[in-house]
């Protein structure tokens, strides 16, 4: 078994395990809640893209690999602050149907 040339030197976080039970966890969350309680249309999406790109954003600074893509972000922690944008902005614009289905 071969082992990688940095491993003796540095310890190895095993950023796919992490990311997995991340993410299975937030998925069993996010499930439950939709199937209790659908939110009104967008609201899971938007708190779901906000949950993964935030989980991401931090998995991409325990990576071993030095690659800049834009501003001194890689390219998963520049397209991570896009999705929480993303998310922000639906969530935001969903926020008047959420007021309006619960009220009703």
């Known amino acids: 078994m071969a082992v990688p040339a940095g491993a003796a030197i540095q310890p190895v976080v095993p950023v796919q395990l992490i990311s997995f039970a991340y993410l299975a966890g937030g998925g069993a969350v996010f499930g439950a809640l ?3 309680n659908a939110p009104a249309g967008g609201r899971l999406f938007a708190f779901s893209a906000l949950f993964y ?3 991401r954003f931090i998995i991409e ?3 071993d690999d030095y690659r800049v893509f834009f501003a001194g ?3 998963g922690q520049f397209f991570s602050l896009c999705f929480f944008a993303a998310g922000c902005i639906i969530l935001f614009r969903t926020r008047k149907n ?4 619960s009220s009703g």
């Open 34 to 36: 939709y199937l209790k």
């Open 53 to 55: 790109s935030t989980g």
């Open 61 to 63: 600074f325990w990576r």
């Open 73 to 75: 972000l890689s390219d």
């Open 98 to 101: 959420a007021k309006v289905n």
